[in-house]
């Protein structure tokens, strides 16, 4: 199984950025069909953005499209979630997550993202 560890969370005024990181180690990355969750406080946790193991295919969910960008570096073993124009509703841990056919999903221990107004 691969092992996976979020950084890059913190907090920052609406209308900033932050980018995550999700380093991979134990397995190569390129293997891995890449996603990123995030949990709201007291709310279920929900799919972010995907991305395929060449980086060739990308899915947002509607709430971040067109100001997230989930990436990919196979070389540095890293997947990353570039955050733009953040609202306060982006507030959330979020979770880098590894799907490879025939192994359970791998997560990361998420990392806080805390957008102030």
């Known amino acids: 199984q691969v092992q996976l560890v979020e950084s890059g969370g913190g907090l920052v005024q609406a209308g900033g950025s932050l980018r995550l990181s999700c380093a991979a180690s134990?397995?190569?990355?390129?293997?891995?069909?890449m996603r990123w969750f995030r949990q709201p406080p007291g709310k279920e946790r929900k799919l972010v953005a995907a991305?395929?193991?060449?980086?060739?295919?990308?899915y947002y969910a509607e709430s971040v499209k067109g100001r997230f960008t989930i990436s990919r570096d196979n070389a540095k073993n890293t997947v990353y979630l570039q955050m733009d124009r953040m609202k306060p509703e982006d507030t959330a841990v979020y979770y880098c997550?590894?799907?490879?056919?025939?192994?359970?999903?791998?997560w990361g221990q998420g990392t806080q993202v805390t957008v102030s107004t």
């Open positions: 134990g397995r190569p990355l390129s293997t891995y069909y």
């Open positions: 991305i395929s193991e060449s980086g060739s295919s990308t």
């Open positions: 997550v590894g799907r490879r056919a025939g192994y359970d999903d791998s």
